[in-house]
């Protein structure tokens, strides 16, 4: 089981008021920053980034051992097949924007 970490969460006007004391309290937990009441920003401590990207890389490691354990690949042409039906459905959907 993972323990979370202390986050602070701030809403963005108070994030610009006291920029510098957020960058001192990064480097005891992190700092979410809401907009509307909705997470929009992440800060973390520089010395975390590494590790944050260790902590990644290993979730994403797990999937794909999960999913080499049973593996269902579609092929390069279905593949592509299916991302021109995505890019076509969204070019779509922005034009009606």
Do not use: Y
Not at 31 to 50: E, L, Q
Not at 54 to 82: H, L, T
């Amino acid at each position: 089981m993972a323990l979370m970490a202390k986050v602070t969460i701030v809403p963005a006007r108070e994030a610009k008021n006291r920029f510098g004391e957020l960058l001192d309290s990064v480097q005891r937990q992190p700092v979410i920053i809401t907009k509307k009441g909705r997470p929009v920003a992440r800060m973390i401590a520089f010395v975390d980034r590494k590790r944050f990207e260790e902590v990644e890389d290993e979730i994403w490691a797990e999937k794909v051992r999960k999913v080499m354990k049973n593996p269902q690949f579609i092929g390069p042409k279905k593949s592509e097949e299916f991302m021109n039906r995505l890019r076509k459905k969204h070019a779509r959907s922005q034009s009606r924007q």
